[in-house]
């Protein structure tokens, strides 16, 4: 394995692939919420605010994340988390995510290790047939969801990226995040605008999703501190069971991201090409209830 620090290089030929709240006083009165700005766009203007949350965080370097993903469907609901860190500028990062007990109610399930990367996810510890001391390579673009849910967690910058879209956007309120002040925000994105707007290294996945995807409007909940800088975000997806646009019935998803103690170092070792299973991956079992569509099932190498 190679070693890098805030950085990627591609594997094989196929490639791996300031502003704080300020309020003026005027006289006595000093201001309203609306007045305040946060990382340079007033609260009166949350739409501006939201398109803007990716920008801020690319500033900012990096963080640590915790996410959660839970789905339902025919009644059942399963839950997903992760833990790990994220390089905004170089678009990597690194999560250990659990996936819940299998339907025999096992608990013994060693957690998927997970590499994010420009147009590739990998993973190890996948199961369905992958030797444990095998990494699987997805190549992102290729997924109808834009991997925003294949992995069980979605991409920290892709979930900021999927605000650029937004279209419609209220402030809810100030309130706190771990003791961190944070301003709570509820919209309704569209991924095709998103797209449209986002960087390159992300533009295919949200195209994808948007023609993967049941709808292209996306409702999230999302909280930004003073700097403007995403702290956390709640999407909420639905897509069809078995793949987008193909399943049987519709799935939700409601992905949850936490952003945390930004400007931490970021190290990221990815596999080699000998390290990379080659052969074909069964479905897992927990794809009939849904919990397959959120860790990679039916994702090629």
């Not at 990382?39 to 203007?45: K, N, V």
């Not at 095998?134 to 673009?141: A, F, I, L, P």
């Not at 919209?187 to 994808?208: I, N, P, S």
């Amino acid at each position: 394995m190679t070693r890098r620090q805030g950085r990627y290089r591609r594997v094989g030929a196929a490639g791996a692939a300031a502003g704080v709240v300020a309020c003026v006083g005027l006289g006595a009165g000093g201001c309203s919420d609306s007045d305040a700005v946060v990382g340079g766009a007033r609260l009166g203007d949350p739409v501006r605010a939201l398109r803007e949350a990716a920008d801020r965080l690319t500033a900012a370097g990096s963080a640590k994340t915790r996410t959660s993903m839970q789905m339902a469907s025919g009644g059942t609901r399963v839950t997903i988390r992760g833990k790990g860190v994220y390089d905004f500028a170089e678009r990597i990062g690194r999560l250990k995510v659990m996936l819940p007990q299998d339907p025999a109610g096992s608990t013994d399930r060693r957690p998927i290790t997970e590499l994010l990367t420009p147009g590739a996810l990998f993973m190890k510890n996948r199961g369905a047939g992958v030797p444990a001391d095998k990494w699987v390579r997805v190549e992102t673009e290729s997924l109808s969801d834009g991997n925003l849910v294949t992995g069980g967690a979605t991409d920290p910058l892709a979930a900021a990226e999927v605000l650029r879209g937004t279209r419609e956007a209220e402030y809810v309120g100030r309130t706190e995040l771990a003791g961190t002040p944070v301003h709570h925000y509820r919209g309704t994105a569209d991924l095709l605008r998103a797209a449209e707007f986002a960087g390159r290294a992300v533009r295919t996945a949200l195209r994808a999703a948007a023609e993967g995807f049941a709808s292209a409007d996306v409702p999230f909940d999302a909280y930004l501190d003073d700097e403007g800088r995403v702290r956390k975000v709640r999407h909420r997806f639905d897509f069809a069971n078995g793949g987008p646009q193909g399943g049987r019935h519709t799935v939700a998803v409601a992905s949850t991201t936490l952003l945390y103690d930004f400007g931490v170092p970021v190290t990221v070792r990815l596999p080699d090409e000998d390290d990379i299973y080659a052969g074909e991956i069964a479905e897992d079992a927990g794809a009939e209830t849904g919990a397959g569509a959120g860790a990679g099932v039916g994702a090629k190498n």
